[in-house]
Antibody
Framework: EVQLVESGGGLVKPGGSLRLSCATS????????MNWVRQAPGKGLEWVSS????????YYADSLKGRFTISRDNAKNSMYLQMNGLRAEDTGVYYC?????????????WGQGTLVTVSS | SYELTQPPSLSVSPGQTASITCSGN??????ACWYHQKPGQSPVLVIY???KRPSGIPERFSATNSGNTATLIISGTQSMDEGDYYC?????????FGGGTKLTVL
């Protein structure tokens, strides 16, 4: 069974940092691109970042302006998101998602999400 | 940047057909997919590559994608189909989501 488990969320002050983790199991992690998607309270889904299977290709949403860094460790079947300079508008649930990168790119498995709250 | 537009809400009666649209410039030239999200839960893929259903998704879910519009069609809508639906496409190495449509079955 494919499993994606996020962790590392919590309450942080504006300007602070957090590192999210996504631990996976049940599939060959190293052959899949992975993504972070977030959802502000009561709002829609917003794509954050993607990383290719060997970390060669990394992309970010323009709105992040260089504050976030995505990475992965194929030996640990895990993906990470380092978030710096956090703002109130970064508050929300952060999901990791497995990407199927064939004709059309889509997310066939999602984690349960981890809540990030940025507040003083 | 590329944008996808969905109606904010849609209401249908049980057993009726729900059609949720997703509009974007030349969307038909890209692949569209759809997710269903119930309150407090993670999104679930219901349609990928314009028209395909993942294993476990009921046959009442179908979709089209042509021109500037992708459409998710739910035939014989049931109460369990309530929730938010999001379209998604891939453009210039970035992922784009529509704003979501809240489906109410009443």
């Amino acid at each position: 069974e494919v499993q994606l488990v996020e962790s590392g969320g919590g309450l942080v002050k504006p300007g602070g940092s957090l590192r999210l983790s996504c631990a996976t199991s049940g599939f060959i992690f190293s052959v899949y691109s992975m993504n972070w998607v977030r959802q502000a309270p009561g709002k829609g889904l917003e794509w954050v970042s993607s990383i290719s299977r060997n970390s060669t290709f990394i992309y970010y949403a323009d709105s992040l302006k260089g504050r976030f860094t995505i990475s992965r460790d194929n030996a640990k079947n895990s993906m990470y998101l380092q978030m710096n300079g956090l703002r109130a508008e970064d508050t929300g649930v952060y999901y990791c998602a497995r990407e199927v990168a064939t004709a059309g790119h889509y997310f066939d498995s999602w984690g349960q999400g981890t809540l990030v709250t940025v507040s003083s | 940047s590329y944008e996808l537009t969905q109606p904010p809400s849609l209401s249908v009666s049980p057993g009726q057909t729900a059609s949720i649209t997703c509009s974007g410039n030349k969307l038909g030239d890209k692949y569209a997919c759809w997710y269903h999200q119930k309150p407090g839960q993670s999104p679930v893929l219901v349609i990928y590559q314009d028209t395909k259903r993942p294993s476990g998704i009921p046959e009442r879910f179908s979709a089209t994608n042509s021109g500037n519009t992708a459409t998710l069609i739910i035939s014989g809508t049931q109460s369990m189909d309530e929730g938010d639906y999001y379209c998604q496409a891939w453009d210039s190495s970035t992922v784009v989501f529509g704003g979501g449509t809240k489906l109410t079955v009443l």
